[in-house]
């Protein structure tokens, strides 16, 4: 999940503003810290690059996770109210990210979040009983106080995505520049599986600062996207995810 720590006058917590970290200027951005996914800083460094990010290996609550042995539990469904948006895409030098514009929801029970935006890492961050998937997407939520909320979708290769399809075509050539497209429609709907049963378990932001207390929603049925689709991801981001984290004490609950 990629996310820069900025300041804005959202009023939220700082968690909040983390996930809004897309609107960033070019000229804020070259002064934050830098860290990549390989070399001396990469994921295993991160921690050590700079104070903010000390959470990134002090914290109990990392993510991403392999998920094994989950509990069954009686669950809330996900209830998903999403809408079509005008395209607002942004290559922030991480990952490919959608921003999502007001008025789509996720609910949880009495618990109410605002998708904020959604991208993707390749291969998946996530792992279930030690295996990995050709891509994930994170849908990024908050509620009212700032909390955060992540939906993971996994991607196996097989038909394509039509939706990817349309992202895809429309990368922008220069990183860090948020471009909008008014006349390009897209709805989040249509990365969903049929299926919504999920895994839960609390964890942080998968990249630095590595922020904990995020709440994960990692569906367990999967989607598609075809190798094409894959290979172009690929050559934008051949590498962009984070390694397992441990769980330690936590645990992972099952819908039912």
């Not at 990549?36 to 050590?48: A, D, H, L, N, R």
């Not at 989950?70 to 990210?97: C, M, R, W």
């Not at 959604?118 to 279930?128: A, C, D, K, L, Y």
């Not at 049929?194 to 995020?214: A, F, M, R």
């Amino acid at each position: 999940m990629n996310f820069r720590l900025i300041r804005n006058t959202c009023g939220l917590a700082i968690a909040f503003c983390i996930a809004l970290a897309p609107v960033i200027s070019r000229a804020q951005e070259s002064h934050a810290p830098h860290w990549t996914y390989e070399g001396k800083e990469g994921p295993e460094q991160w921690g050590s690059l700079d104070p903010s990010f000390a959470t990134c290996k002090m914290g109990n609550n990392q993510s991403p996770i392999n998920i094994t042995h989950p509990k069954p539990a009686d669950l809330p469904e996900l209830k998903f109210d999403y809408n079509a948006v005008p395209l607002s895409i942004v290559d922030n030098g991480h990952t490919i990210q959608i921003n999502y514009a007001p008025g789509s929801t996720l609910t949880v029970g009495n618990k109410s979040y605002a998708l904020k935006q959604f991208h993707f890492h390749h291969p998946s961050e996530e792992e279930i009983d030690g295996k990995g998937f050709d891509m994930v997407a994170h849908l990024v939520h908050a509620d009212a106080e700032g909390h955060l909320a992540v939906v993971a979708i996994l991607f196996k290769a097989g038909a394509p995505n039509p939706l990817l399809e349309t992202l895809w075509r429309n990368i922008p050539t220069e990183k860090g520049k948020t471009v909008e497209i008014s006349a390009v429609s897209v709805n989040i709907n249509d990365l969903l599986p049929s299926q919504h049963g999920y895994y839960t378990y609390s964890g942080s932001l998968t990249t630095p600062p590595c922020t904990e207390g995020v709440t994960w929603y990692v569906l367990k049925s999967t989607t598609s996207l075809s190798n094409e689709q894959l290979a172009a991801f690929g050559k934008v981001y051949p590498h962009n995810s984070r390694p397992t984290q441990e769980l330690a004490h936590r645990e992972v609950l099952e819908s039912k």
